[in-house]
């Protein structure tokens, strides 16, 4: 279980965030959106694993098979839009901490 | 995990407050702000001109590989103070953002760590809004660009 994963860095990838835009228009089972890419059936199986467990997927029973959904309110949060802003900056003095790690003042 | 890196915009105001504890002593915290070389290290950008004191200038400036100029930026210092507090203006030439006050503090929290306060204030709620928005848009665009690729490989 981990439920902490970051959301954004579950949508940093690209073929996840493909498998996202798929379900946006409908409910799918792993398999139809896995025949959608080229990649391993276990591959797209891990993404999908990955999205679930940060909360942007939603998984149905429908009889035998298990649908996945877009989690409409996982997403809503998802566009909070000072996050990115708060990453380029953390980003920003992530370098600035590095780069002053190594600064060895001349004497 | 606590965040490092802090954001405050409360809604409906055209200021925006960043915070940031660092991992390093105060001396070296203000180090990279007041050091052309340093700033140009961490920054990414070129330093044309850097002047620490007050009623100094400054201009920075990227350019990409084409030696098109990409991001260029200026301020006048009103304040200088070492291991304190710097105040200043920031403008990002041609860009619709205005010219914004920075107001830094830094502190010393320990021997080996600091924190720095970053105060903003804006011409307009609407400007800050769209500094704020930028990345997120930007980000969007990014992930749109990267699915339309995806979505025409599947054809």
């Known amino acids: ?107 | 995990m606590e965040q490092k890196t802090k954001v405050i915009a409360e809604s409906g105001k055209q200021e925006m407050l960043i915070t940031r504890e660092f991992d390093l002593p105060l001396e070296l915290l203000f180090k990279a702000y007041a050091e052309a070389k340093l700033v140009e290290q961490w920054m990414g950008t070129k330093v044309l001109k850097l002047e620490s004191k007050k009623f100094g200038s400054y201009q920075f400036e990227k350019k990409d590989e084409q030696g098109n100029i990409t991001f260029s930026a200026n301020g006048v210092t009103h304040e200088f103070v070492p291991n304190q507090k710097i105040i200043r203006t920031f403008e990002m030439e041609n860009t619709p953002f205005g010219v914004q006050l920075e107001i830094y503090k830094f502190e010393k929290l320990t021997d080996t760590t600091s924190k720095l306060s970053m105060h903003t204030i804006y011409e307009s709620v609407a400007l800050r809004d769209q500094v704020l928005q930028m990345p997120f848009a930007q980000g969007l665009n990014w992930a749109h660009n990267q699915l339309q690729e995806v979505v025409s490989k599947l054809k």
């Open chain 1, 1 to 107: 279980m981990n439920l902490r994963r970051d959301v954004f860095q579950a949508i940093a990838d690209p073929t996840r965030r493909a498998i996202l835009l798929l379900v946006a228009s409908q409910s799918m089972t792993a398999g139809a959106i896995a025949s959608n890419f080229d990649t391993a059936r276990p591959t797209v199986s891990k993404h999908l694993q990955i999205l679930t467990e940060c909360e942007l997927l939603e998984q149905k029973q429908n009889g035998r098979e298990i649908y996945y959904n877009l989690n409409a309110k996982k997403m809503k949060e998802l566009a909070d839009f000072i996050e990115p802003f708060r990453k380029l900056w953390d980003d920003r003095f992530n370098k600035l901490e590095t780069v002053m790690k190594k600064y060895k003042p001349q004497k």
